[in-house]
């Protein structure tokens, strides 16, 4: 497969290093624009600006499998277009969500494909409100996403609350309901006691509970009813494999025709719960 790298030319260059060892990449291109690309296969699109959905868009109307290495992308209507797009011309499409594709996720989705409970709790020690608005906007984003991706299925009710009415970026609660019964809640708080990040995940008699900044889960494993049965595994994963797994999971949905690691509708439907979310705390 021949693969073009489109962006900056430092980050260019250190994925290309990530995609030295993967055997179905025989040639990389970098480029700084579309047209000095070439003929390729598939393109990794390196791009923080307001209109890299345009370009993506550009790159699907060519028949080119994309891979997005952005923040999320929330535009609702531009995803939907992505999305339609990428349908009708068999391509595929991936965008690098984190929280999504880490290699804590990657397991954690192995344990319980189908849980019954989410929960993220994020406490941050001190961020300015007013200097940080973004990324608190994306901390609770990119959980939403997380959460979507791994339930897969439509939200039944949400509820979203400011912890503050007068300093909306104080913290967000945020609780929903999903159509087979499962739940999942965020809770995040600015100016807290101490910097933490976890991610718990219950079902079948499991519960999972990551420490995000470590990579670290702890599996407890409850379905014995004598306490004697229970049983407490830790595993620590790799973060800096996240970016190599992420292009993997790409290569890999191509080869075998199937959903990528964080579709574009995945992206969409993320956006979705997002845009509910944006209206219940305005």
Same mark, same amino acid.
């Given at each position: ?49 307001? +209109?890299?959905? &345009? ?8 028949? *080119? %499998?994309?891979?997005?290495?952005? /923040? $999320?992308? #929330? ?66 984003? +990119?959980?939403? &996403? ?8 439509? *939200? %039944?009710?949400?509820?979203?609350? /400011? $912890?503050? #009415? ?66 407490? +595994? ?49």
């Amino acid at each position: 497969m021949r693969v073009g790298i489109l962006g900056d030319r430092e980050r260019a260059t250190a994925w290309e290093k990530h995609l030295r060892p993967l055997t179905a990449v025989h040639e990389v291109v970098i480029a700084g624009n579309l047209d000095g690309l070439g003929h390729v296969d598939a393109c990794l699109l390196i791009d923080e600006s307001a +209109d890299n959905l &345009a370009q993506m868009a550009e790159l699907i109307k060519l028949g *080119i %499998h994309s891979y997005l290495i952005s /923040s $999320l992308p #929330t535009d609702h209507n531009q995803l939907k277009l992505i999305y339609h797009h990428s349908q009708e011309s068999d391509v595929r499409i991936q965008f690098s969500h984190w929280p999504t594709i880490s290699p804590s996720s990657q397991y954690m989705r192995q344990q319980i494909p189908k849980p019954s409970f989410l929960q993220v709790i994020k406490e941050n020690s001190y961020i300015s409100f007013t200097e940080n608005k973004t990324k608190f906007s994306s901390q609770w984003q +990119d959980e939403i &996403a997380w959460i979507t991706r791994w339930m897969d299925m439509e *939200i %039944h009710r949400m509820d979203a609350h /400011s $912890l503050m #009415t007068d300093q909306p970026e104080a913290g967000i609660q945020i609780h929903m309901k999903f159509e087979n019964g499962s739940a999942a809640a965020v809770t995040i708080l600015n100016a807290g006691s101490e910097n933490r990040h976890r991610r718990i995940a219950s079902g079948s008699g499991i519960m999972l509970d990551c420490h995000v900044e470590r990579q670290s889960v702890r599996k407890i494993n409850l379905s014995g009813n004598d306490q004697s049965d229970h049983s407490v +595994d830790r595993k620590t994963l790799d973060a800096s494999q996240t970016a190599p797994l992420s292009a993997s999971l790409f290569f890999k949905a191509i080869k075998l025709r199937r959903d990528t690691g964080f579709s574009a509708y995945d992206a969409l439907r993320a956006s979705r719960a997002i845009e509910k979310v944006k209206g219940q705390i305005k």
